[in-house]
């Protein structure tokens, strides 16, 4: 099956494959976000390009995420709004930590980043499977929306 065909629900289920430990799933709940987060903190601390200038919101990570969003639209609509507004928070929460942080955000970016991949790994460890993205790095966007998609089957959302 062409990687472009895949349904929302078959990234889904195939991502479900290697988290079906409820320990692993526990650890990807917190740390999942937490490497979306720190991604983009580290995105958010590229220093800006003239080209840049006047615009807060105009920089590294909101570009980035453009091409992370347009995934987000091939799996559905909905997914596409929830991770709008989840990336929002984590942009806003980087714009807060760079008036508040008494160090660059970067640096706490990338101590946070470490310290999730980690807890990821033992996660893996304990489930007994390599994590989903050794085999597609589109994985990577996968996680936090498979998140989202089980937050959504709670609500009673379709997606």
Not at 15 to 34: D, E, F
Not at 125 to 145: H, M, N, R, T, Y
């Amino acid at each position: 099956m062409s990687r472009q065909s895949r349904t929302v629900q078959q990234w889904f289920d195939e991502y479900g494959v290697s988290h079906q430990n409820k320990t692993n799933k526990l650890i990807h709940w917190v740390m999942v976000p937490i490497i979306f987060f720190t991604i983009v903190g580290l995105l958010w601390s590229i220093p800006k390009m003239d080209w840049m200038d006047g615009s807060l919101w105009l920089n590294w990570a909101t570009l980035a995420m453009l091409p992370a969003m347009y995934f987000y639209y091939t799996l559905s609509l909905r997914i596409l709004l929830g991770m709008l507004l989840f990336t929002g928070l984590c942009l806003l929460a980087c714009y807060m930590l760079t008036l508040y942080l008494t160090i660059p955000l970067w640096i706490f970016s990338a101590i946070l980043f470490a310290i999730a991949w980690v807890f990821q790994f033992i996660g893996h460890k304990i489930e007994g499977a390599k994590p989903s993205f050794f085999e597609d790095l589109q994985f990577l966007l996968v996680g936090p929306a498979w998140l989202l998609g089980f937050l959504y089957r709670r609500a009673g959302i379709r997606y």
